[in-house]
C-alpha cells in the first residue's frame, strides 16, 4: 500500500459538503466545480456501462475503455492542483487512510449462507404471500396484498398504541415512523417486517459473490456526517434485519460484532466535558443514572427494580441525541407531551454543561455558517438550518471520525474486518486465535475513542458468532423463525407436486 494516500473525492465531498452543488460529486462535478473540462457525463455513463457489461469487448471497444480510464488519471493530474490550496493537508492524509481501511473491508467481505439464500430466491413469492397469511392474522390490516391505512389505525388504537400523524392528519406510514415505533412497541415490529419484506426486500439484488460472500461499496464519507453509506438493497445490513440470519461464518472462523456501548451518549459527555454526564456513562448504565441524577428514582434503583421508569429516562436521552423535540418524545414514550416536556425539562437541569455546550455549536454554526468534528470534517450551513441537525452533528460526525480510525487501526494491525456498521465492526478470525483477535480489536476501538475524545474512553461490547451458529438480531428472531418455516412448508409442497 502507499505510504500516503490523498483522495480527492473525499476533499472534494469535504469542501463542499452541507452545500448545493450543480454537477454532483464525481470526478466530472469536481471538474466543473473548479472550471476544468471533461468528457460529457452521458460519455462517462455509457462507457461505465460498457465495462460493467463484463465483455467481452471488440478490439475497438477495449481501446475506447483504456482511453476513458487514462482520461479519468488526466483529470486527476489537472485537479490535483487547483484543489490543492484548499486541502487541509494533514486531516486529508488520515481520510485517505481510511479510504485503504475501507479497500481491505471492502475486499474482505462477509460469509453469506448462499444455500439458504438459494432456497429463499426460489420460493419467495410463495413465502411471502404466507407471510400475509400468518402475520396480518394477529392485525387484520391486509386485503389480499394490500395494507390498508384505516385498518392499521383501528388495531393501533385496539393496543392503546398513540402513533404519529401527518399534518394532513393522516397516519405516518414512512419506514422511519415504523421503525421508531417499532423498537418502542415489540408488537409493531412483525407488521413493520412484513411491510418492508414485501415493498423492498429484492432477494436477487443482495451483492453475493462467487466464493459466498457479501461485498457492497461503503460509500465513504457519502453522508453529510462523514458516514458510509452503502446501498441498503446489496448490502446485507441494508434489508430487514431477520435477513441477517444469513450471515454464517465459514469453517474454522468465528465471527465477532464488537460496538461501543452508548457511544452518542459518551461522546456527548466527553466533548461537553460535562461532569454528571461523564458520571452516568461511567456507571455502566447512563439511563439508570440519569434517573438517579433527577431524582426520578432512590440512589440504590437497579434495572430490575425501575424497569419502567429507566426506560424513560433512555428515551429521552436517546431523543437528544436524535435532535427529538417533545411531540416526538411523547409519541416514542406514549405518554402526553407534558410529560415528554418534564423530562427533555429534566435532561436540561442534569446535564447543563452539555446544554451549554450544545448551545454553543449552534451560535457558532450559524456565525461562522461551518461547523467541524475534531478532526476537521466540515459541514457547510446554509440557507434555513434545523437546528436539531446541527446539535446531533458532533455526536454523530465524531462518532464516524471514531469509527473511521478504529477500522484504520484494526485492519494495519492485521485483523479482517468484514464491515463498519454504525457505531460497531464486525470481524472475522480464525478459531485457534480468537481470544487475542477479540482483544486487538477491542484495543483499536478504546484507543481510537480515547484519540477523538481527549482521553475519555468508551467501553465496547462483544457478541461472537461460532462456526456452526449463524447472525441473530432479537429485532428479527421472530421473522427469520417465520420465514424458515414456511420456506420448508414451501419446499414440501414442491416436492409434493413433483411426486
Not at 455509457?46 to 475503455?65: A, C, H, K, N, Y
Not at 447543563?352 to 455549536?361: H, L, M, V, Y
Request: proline share 5%; glycine share 8%.
Amino acid at each position: 500500500m502507499p505510504a500516503r494516500i490523498l483522495d480527492l473525492y473525499v476533499e472534494h465531498r469535504a469542501r463542499y459538503n452541507g452545500c448545493p452543488t450543480c454537477f454532483g460529486n464525481g470526478l466530472v462535478g469536481a471538474l466543473a466545480a473548479h472550471g476544468l473540462d471533461s468528457i460529457g457525463a452521458a460519455e462517462k455513463d455509457e462507457m461505465r456501462d460498457l465495462i460493467l457489461g463484463g465483455g467481452p469487448w471488440t478490439p475497438e471497444e477495449r481501446r475506447s475503455i483504456i482511453d476513458y480510464c487514462q482520461s479519468d488519471v488526466d483529470s486527476l493530474a489537472r485537479l490535483l492542483p487547483v484543489m490543492a490550496p484548499h486541502i487541509d493537508l494533514p486531516r486529508a492524509l488520515l481520510r485517505g487512510r481510511y479510504m485503504a481501511a475501507a479497500a481491505h473491508m471492502e475486499r474482505t467481505g462477509i460469509p453469506i449462507d448462499v444455500e439458504t439464500l438459494e432456497r429463499l430466491k426460489a420460493h419467495w413469492h410463495e413465502i411471502q404471500d404466507a407471510l400475509i397469511a400468518t402475520v396480518d392474522a394477529d392485525y387484520g390490516v391486509y386485503e389480499g396484498c394490500s395494507f390498508k391505512a384505516h385498518r392499521w389505525g383501528q388495531w393501533l388504537e385496539s393496543q392503546g398504541i398513540p402513533w404519529p400523524r401527518l399534518d394532513s392528519g393522516a397516519l405516518d406510514l414512512s419506514e422511519d415512523t415504523f421503525r421508531e415505533m417499532a423498537r418502542l412497541y415489540p408488537s409493531v415490529s412483525p407488521m413493520r417486517e412484513l411491510r418492508h419484506a414485501l415493498s423492498q426486500l429484492r432477494l436477487n439484488d443482495l451483492a453475493v459473490g462467487s466464493d459466498g460472500r457479501n461485498r457492497t461499496l461503503l460509500s465513504a464519507f457519502q453522508a453529510r456526517t462523514g458516514r458510509n453509506q452503502p446501498s441498503n438493497s446489496r448490502s446485507i445490513f441494508g434489508p430487514s434485519v431477520w435477513l441477517r440470519g444469513l450471515i454464517r461464518p465459514k469453517p474454522g472462523t468465528a465471527l465477532v460484532y464488537i460496538d461501543w456501548g452508548q457511544q452518542e451518549f459518551g461522546i456527548g459527555a466527553a466533548l461537553s466535558e460535562d461532569p454528571m454526564m461523564l458520571e452516568a456513562y461511567n456507571s455502566g448504565d447512563p439511563y439508570l443514572e440519569f434517573a438517579k441524577q433527577a431524582g426520578a428514582v432512590p440512589p440504590n434503583a437497579t434495572k430490575d427494580t425501575y424497569g419502567e421508569e429507566r426506560e424513560l429516562y433512555k428515551a429521552c436521552a436517546l431523543a437528544v441525541q436524535y435532535g427529538m423535540g417533545e411531540q416526538s418524545l411523547a409519541y416514542r414514550i406514549g405518554r402526553p407531551p407534558i410529560e415528554a416536556r418534564e423530562l427533555l425539562r429534566k435532561h436540561h437541569e442534569t446535564y447543563r454543561r452539555f446544554w451549554q455546550w450544545s448551545d454553543r455549536i449552534v451560535t457558532h454554526a450559524m456565525v461562522m455558517n461551518r461547523i467541524h468534528t475534531v478532526f476537521g470534517w466540515p459541514l457547510h450551513v446554509s440557507g434555513e438550518p434545523n437546528e436539531r441537525s446541527l446539535r446531533n452533528f458532533p455526536m454523530q460526525a465524531n462518532g464516524a471520525e471514531m469509527l473511521r480510525l478504529a477500522c484504520c487501526l484494526a485492519t494495519e494491525r492485521g485483523i479482517r474486518v468484514c464491515m463498519p456498521v454504525h457505531d460497531a465492526i464486525l470481524i472475522e478470525a480464525d478459531m485457534d486465535n480468537i481470544g487475542e483477535t477479540v482483544e486487538a480489536a477491542q484495543l483499536a476501538m478504546a484507543e481510537a475513542s480515547r484519540v477523538v475524545l481527549n482521553g475519555f474512553e468508551l467501553r465496547s461490547d462483544v457478541k461472537v458468532i461460532q462456526q456452526n451458529e449463524r447472525y441473530s438480531d432479537k429485532r428479527g428472531e421472530t421473522m427469520w423463525n417465520r420465514v424458515m418455516h414456511l420456506l420448508a412448508e414451501a419446499e414440501s409442497w414442491a416436492y409434493a407436486r413433483t411426486k
